[in-house]
């Protein structure tokens, strides 16, 4: 079945270490994003890519950095994380259609910073 | 500022329609009205968008006013499985990714037996 699969599926991270969650479509989607979600908050985007080889900050990009070197991997990586970061964090894709887009989404990675 | 408000909560009987009601008075003329549900502990899924038009998929029907100023996502006949949050979102149209989905607080519904 295609989709968006997303890996690990839970971490437990001691501060300071660097993570690296990956995220694999087989959509052949151009753009993917990568989302945090946090207790009893709706989700916040972290960055973007619009194309292969095209990255994009969002709304809370400070402490994560992506690459887009292919079409169908799109990493987030934690230089070094800190216990702000805990959060689920969900990978999506999308085909980008004329003024429309419709986003297709993992099944997340749930990671705890101590 | 929030571009959309859901009401919290909603419960609904199973086998009956569930009506859930979004407001957007600031919606610009090229911004799509997006419909995505999560439930627990899984990835947001879509559900159904519409730009001005009535819309009607496998899933749900969107109703949007004349005026666009707000919606009604209505699951014609609610499963316990269709208990989810379920996220009212407006968006430009245009090919950015940048352009993203603001995931308020929606709307929590839960059906009951």
């Known amino acids: 079945i295609a989709g968006i699969t997303q890996a690990p599926t839970s971490q437990i991270l001691a501060a300071g270490r660097r993570m690296t969650l990956r995220c694999t479509q087989d959509?052949?989607?151009?753009?993917m994003y990568w989302y945090r979600q946090d207790l009893g908050l709706g989700l916040r985007l972290i960055h973007y890519?619009?194309?292969?080889?095209?990255?994009g900050k969002g709304e809370v990009p400070d402490g994560y950095s992506v690459s887009r070197a292919n079409t169908d991997d799109f990493p987030l990586t934690l230089a070094s994380a800190v216990p702000s970061q805990t959060s689920v964090y969900f990978c999506?894709?999308?085909?980008?259609?004329?003024?429309?887009?419709?986003?297709?989404f993992g099944p997340g990675t749930r990671l705890l910073v101590l | 500022d929030a571009k959309t408000t859901q009401p919290p909560s909603m419960d609904c009987a199973e086998g009956r329609a569930a009506n859930l009601p979004c407001n957007h008075s600031?919606?610009?003329?090229?911004?799509?009205v997006y419909w995505y549900r999560q439930i627990h502990s899984q990835g947001p899924q879509y559900i159904i968008h519409?730009?001005?038009n009535n819309e009607t998929n496998e899933m749900a029907s969107l109703i949007i006013t004349e005026d666009r100023k707000s919606s009604t996502l209505i699951l014609p006949h609610a499963t316990l499985r269709d208990t989810a949050v379920y996220y009212c979102?407006?968006?430009?149209?245009?090919?950015?990714?940048?352009?993203?989905?603001?995931f308020g607080g929606g709307t929590r519904l839960m059906v009951k037996p």
């Open positions: 959509m052949r989607h151009n753009a």
């Open positions: 519409g730009l001005k």
């Open positions: 979102i407006v968006r430009p149209g245009g090919n950015n990714a940048g352009n993203m989905l603001t």
């Open positions: 600031t919606i610009s003329g090229n911004e799509y």
């Open positions: 890519s619009n194309t292969a080889g095209t990255t």
């Open positions: 999506a894709s999308s085909d980008k259609g004329l003024g429309e887009e419709t986003q297709y």
